[in-house]
């Protein structure tokens, strides 16, 4: 099935850890996106791509690094865990930026329940 | 509506009658609004859409309507299903230079048989 697509869908890290987050479109999307959502609040943009090779700062980029090599991967990468970084992962692509009616296709992946201890 | 706390505001139905889960929006420019469904341990699936000069639009079983005035839309779903559980939220999009999109914390709705 066409989507997007998130691994892993649970992980636990001990604090100064670090892994990355994969986050593959077969779509053909130009633009990709990483959100956290946290208990209480709306999804919160960390990182965004307008296209292969490049990579911009959303409302949360503290602590978090992004790489997009391939058109259809984005990769979300934490250098050193902290605690603070426990939430909910999506990953989020589009045909168009922050286009998001119906036809625009901005879909999000399931999602990356993380646990930093 | 929205959420100011760690809790989402849960709204409970019984199966068969209407739902109406309210969203307050913060920019009056945004152009355009989306509802979207998250069902538990997924992500959020779009639901409906409405564009700033609209004021009504209606879906299978769901109806959006919105009040710019007082920046305040609402999704209606008629004859909830125990499908229909989950949590719900708004997004509005701001669209220019400035183009974002911005979302809601969201409601949840428990449907009681």
């Known amino acids: 099935n066409a989507g997007v697509t998130q691994t892993p869908k649970f992980r636990v890290l001990k604090t100064g850890q670090s892994m990355t987050l994969l986050c593959a479109q077969d779509m053909n999307h130009e633009y990709m996106y990483w959100y956290r959502q946290d208990p209480g609040m709306g999804l919160r943009l960390i990182h965004y791509?307008?296209?292969?090779?490049?990579?911009a700062k959303g409302e949360v980029p503290d602590g978090y690094n992004v790489s997009r090599l391939k058109k259809q991967n984005f990769l979300l990468g934490l250098e050193s865990a902290a605690p603070s970084q426990t939430s909910v992962y999506f990953c989020a692509s589009s045909y168009f930026l922050w286009a998001a009616l119906a036809n625009y296709g901005y879909t999000f992946g399931s999602g990356t329940r993380l646990t930093v201890v | 509506g929205e959420s100011v706390g760690l809790h989402l505001p849960t709204l409970s139905v019984q199966e068969g009658d209407n739902s109406i889960i309210n969203c307050a929006y913060s920019?009056?420019?945004?152009?355009?609004f989306i509802w979207y469904k998250q069902e538990s341990g997924k992500g959020p699936q779009f639901i409906i859409d409405i564009r700033s000069n609209m004021d009504k639009r209606q879906g299978q079983r769901v109806t959006v309507l919105l009040n710019k005035t007082v920046k305040h839309l609402s999704l209606q779903i008629a004859a909830t299903q125990p499908g229909d559980s989950a949590v719900y939220f708004c997004?509005?999009?701001?669209?220019?230079?400035?183009?974002?999109?911005?979302f809601g914390t969201g409601t949840r709705l428990q449907v009681t048989l």
């Open positions: 791509s307008v296209g292969e090779g490049t990579t």
């Open positions: 997004a509005e999009h701001l669209t220019g230079t400035a183009s974002k999109l911005t």
């Open positions: 920019n009056s420019a945004s152009d355009y």
